[in-house]
């Protein structure tokens, strides 16, 4: 789905990433961890295409759809909860508007046997298919489940989006993105404006629809109940692990120890040598 092969980010007096390789498949739910400053959120910035790496190539195919939810990102203050969420769904009711536009045309041209008119039932029949792979029925229903799911009431979709607080804004862009279906979700630091109920939620979420999905969170029950192998960064170079968060400090610790037992092996010899 998305590889990446010999990235490097250097900073000068910074070598962020030293030719790092990966690849994330279809399906699965991979945990990007590291400590503060390693990079994790740049990572994410280079595989959505916002930054640049210093060299090294970050492939994907080219219809692929990603949904990303930054740490901090600058928010719309001149609509709705309901009509900024309704966004996301532009595309569908596009498709509807042209839907109906054709059928009025079909109804009133009698021209049956016109080249014209065949292509008009051939457009017509492919936008049917269109709106019936996008389910237009149910979308303000699944709009609905999510905002609610995420802790908003009912009475808050018609409030301003302006009236709610930072954290209840990043809600927001949590929800657009979840509705958006991307191919590939990159969510760093979902949960850090959500409760547990909304947690729980977003956990159930994430698994039931088998969503491709690379992520960052300091909840480490979360980390450990989503993902299903986990990704560090440490000192420029990843350590890929195929297994959840809780085996991976396991592995990590006998990995450290045996780095460890390698150093002091070595300082022996260099000992011994000199």
């Given amino acids: 789905m998305i590889s990446v092969q010999d990235l490097t980010v250097d900073f000068g007096k910074q070598l962020l990433f030293d030719s790092i390789n990966f690849v994330i498949s279809k399906g699965e739910r991979v945990a990007l961890v590291g400590h503060n400053g390693a990079g994790k959120s740049t990572l994410m910035k280079i595989?959505?295409?916002i930054e640049q790496p210093t060299s090294g190539t970050v492939s994907r195919p080219r219809d692929l759809s990603i949904g990303y939810l930054p740490q901090v990102k600058e928010l719309v203050d001149h609509t709705t909860l309901r009509a900024e969420v309704e966004e996301v769904f532009k595309?569908?009711?596009?498709?509807n508007d042209q839907y109906d536009r054709l059928s009025e045309e079909l109804a009133t041209r009698t021209d049956y046997?016109?080249?014209?008119?065949?292509?008009?039932?051939?457009?017509?029949?492919?936008?049917?298919?269109?709106?019936?792979?996008?389910?237009?029925?149910?979308y303000l229903a699944e709009m609905e489940r999510t905002l609610?799911?995420?802790?908003?009431?009912?009475?808050?979709?018609?409030?301003?989006?302006r009236e709610f607080s930072g954290g209840w804004r990043m809600r927001i862009e949590l929800a657009k993105v979840l509705l958006s279906n991307p191919d590939l979700l990159l969510?760093?630091?979902p949960t850090n404006h959500l409760d547990i109920e909304s947690i729980d939620w977003l956990e159930h979420f994430?698994?039931?629809?088998?969503?491709t999905l690379l992520l960052v969170s300091h909840d480490r029950t979360f980390l450990d109940n989503v993902t299903n192998r986990t990704i560090e960064i440490e000192l420029g170079?990843?350590?890929d692990y195929k297994t959840s968060y809780s085996h991976y400090v396991t592995l990590r610790e006998e990995?450290?120890?045996q780095q460890k037992r390698a150093y002091e092996n070595q300082q022996k010899k260099i000992q011994d040598i000199e």
């Fill in 113 to 138: 046997d016109s080249p014209e008119y065949l292509e008009l039932i051939e457009r017509h029949g492919h936008l049917t298919d269109l709106i019936q792979m996008h389910h237009p029925s149910q």
């Fill in 255 to 257: 990995r450290l120890e």
């Fill in 237 to 239: 170079r990843i350590y």
């Fill in 206 to 211: 994430l698994i039931a629809r088998g969503v």
């Fill in 187 to 189: 969510l760093d630091e």
């Fill in 91 to 95: 595309d569908v009711q596009s498709l």
């Fill in 148 to 161: 609610l799911g995420l802790g908003f009431e009912r009475s808050d979709f018609d409030r301003p989006t």
């Fill in 47 to 49: 595989l959505v295409g």
